[in-house]
């Protein structure tokens, strides 16, 4: 089983300020995801990424995916309280064969204080 | 499009009783999963399965049977509820495909063993 580590798992912080999470693994993927999950629902899909190196925007969310593709973080620009939720990365094993089966991550649970 | 859709969203089981979490998709995806949720667990694979008429194990078997008789349906069944199954369940889906493609969620289904 591949793993997957989040870190800091819970973080509090202040409207307006910058804030990175952290996804590594000691395994390579071909691929990783991360997903926010807001209190009572299941996560959503954020982003996909899937070259080393990879670095993706949406909006004030900046997803990066390492060279070597073991690692991914995701940097917020002046966060909101709308961010607030638990972030999530997944990923495939990367030994060929099917897809279907993803590793989670045990989350990032950010709070945004107004 | 109702996406992925689960029944119930509440249940509380005595220890021993069996009972069956429904979920179903009007995506036409392939692949569909079962996770638990726990506390500082992250969301781990109960079963998956990548056709109808095809299932496999993921994680955390031990305790449930599933059966895909068509692409829509994918119920979960606890055979003898245990109080370590107390969790949220979350059932989700996705199209096959040599891409790392989008898996929705279903609401969850939050379950309490006495």
């Known amino acids: 089983t591949q793993l997957l580590e989040q870190s800091p798992q819970f973080l509090s912080i202040q409207e307006g300020e910058n804030l990175t999470v952290y996804c590594n693994s000691s395994?390579?993927?071909?691929?990783l995801q991360w997903y926010r999950q807001e209190p009572g629902e299941g996560p959503v899909l954020l982003v996909t990424v899937v070259t080393g190196g990879e670095v993706k925007k949406l909006k004030r969310l900046t997803f990066q995916f390492g060279d070597a593709r073991k690692d991914s973080s995701l940097h917020i620009t002046a966060a909101q309280p709308g961010d607030t939720g638990l972030y999530l990365c997944?990923?495939?094993?990367?030994?060929?064969?099917?897809?279907?089966?993803?590793?989670f991550g045990k989350g990032t649970l950010l709070t945004v204080n107004p | 499009n109702a996406g992925v859709t689960q029944t119930p969203k509440f249940q509380v089981l005595k220890t021993g009783q069996s009972m069956t979490l429904q979920c179903a998709q009007d995506?036409?995806?392939?692949?569909m999963s079962w996770y638990r949720q726990d506390p500082g667990m992250g969301l781990r694979l109960i079963h998956y399965s990548v056709g109808a008429g095809i299932t496999d194990q993921g994680e955390v078997p031990n305790g449930y049977n599933v059966s895909r008789s068509t692409t829509e349906d994918f119920p979960l069944r606890l055979l003898s509820a245990a109080p370590s199954q107390t969790s949220v369940y979350f059932c989700?889906?996705?199209?096959?495909?040599?891409?790392?493609?989008?898996?929705?969620f279903g609401p969850g289904t939050r379950l309490t063993v006495l």
């Open positions: 995506m036409n995806h392939e692949y």
């Open positions: 997944a990923g495939p094993p990367h030994s060929g064969g099917s897809n279907y089966k993803l590793t």
């Open positions: 395994s390579v993927f071909s691929s």
């Open positions: 989700a889906s996705r199209r096959a495909g040599q891409r790392m493609n989008e898996q929705f």
